[in-house]
């Protein structure tokens, strides 16, 4: 089987410092193709500081953008004492990487902290596979690709829109909204936060079974969701002969089912709703 291994290490010329929350007006910009463009690919993205937005388009290749943004309402440090009467230079360098073997391609940057933020950009075809993931400064967006989707984004939110294949997303600190054309069969999925809203939007069609958790919100749904008798089991942690306490939890989650049910399907939050729209 072909291999392709390719890295792009794109540093742009030296500009000057953009204001408050601008974009870089020169991003970097780049091609990748397949090692085998007959199959759907995986990309892998993963960024310390920055958003990702995912569109699909109708050529073979990805299209990757890299932009470095100013972080609105952060401030840079004055200059030291020695740089008295001299014009500082910035560097808007996006330090994009990307590396393809075999069907898998990785995204990052060689930028880290600081005030400015690298937001990566990509086109690619509509069947691909996606795995995702932002630590700071950004929100996760994918409109239209059909595959296997993971989405995590520590201190952002996640929007999924018009996707079709299987989910998995998760925010520490946002809201998780997800549109799904089609589901595949048979293929857990789950949508999760911590502090955020879970609204998941199914086809009219969709069979499915529910584990559904908030522990600070409700849950909202048009579907005929059939409850089902929990089974719930306590469970025991007994640390007595350490010293410790004696402990019993029941699990607070409702279980549910969708046309009869199907495969399962986890949504919990600690702090928000819950809402299960059917698709018009």
């Known amino acids: 089987m072909q291999k392709l291994y390719a ?34 690919g995986l990309i892998k993205v993963n960024l310390f500081n920055g958003g990702i937005t995912v569109k699909t388009h109708t050529g073979p290749d990805v299209i990757v953008e890299a932009n470095t943004t100013q972080r ?23 330090g994009l990487t990307i590396e393809e073997e075999n069907n898998v391609m990785k995204i990052g940057t060689t930028k880290f902290g600081g005030s400015c933020c690298t937001n990566i950009e990509l086109q690619v075809p509509a069947r691909t596979n996606l795995n995702l993931q932002s630590l700071n400064g ?36 946002g809201k998780v909204i997800v549109s799904l054309r089609q589901i ?47 089974d719930r089991k306590p469970a025991v942690d007994d640390n007595r002969k350490q010293g410790g306490p004696y402990r019993i939890e029941i699990d607070k989650s409702v279980n549910g089912t969708i046309s009869g049910g199907g495969p399962d399907f986890d949504l919990r939050t600690l702090n928000g709703n819950i809402y299960i729209r059917r698709a018009k």
């Open 72 to 94: 609105p309402g952060r401030g840079r440090r004055g200059p030291p004492a020695e740089a008295t009467g001299l014009q500082r230079i910035d560097a808007n360098a996006s």
């Open 7 to 40: 890295m792009f290490i794109m540093l742009v010329p030296l500009v000057m410092a953009a204001p408050i929350g601008a974009q870089d007006t020169n991003p970097d910009r780049v091609t990748v193709t397949w090692s085998d463009p007959t199959r759907p």
């Open 138 to 173: 950004g929100e996760i967006v994918v409109d239209g690709v059909e595959g296997e989707i993971e989405a995590t984004n520590n201190n952002g939110g996640l929007t999924l829109s018009n996707v079709a294949g299987s989910v998995v997303a998760h925010s520490l600190n």
């Open 184 to 230: 595949t069969g048979n293929k857990p999925m789950a949508f999760t936060s911590l502090n955020g809203n879970i609204d998941l939007t199914l086809p009219a069609n969709t069979k499915a079974n529910l584990k559904m958790r908030t522990d600070n919100g409700d849950v909202y749904s048009d579907f005929d969701i059939q409850l089902r008798p929990s």
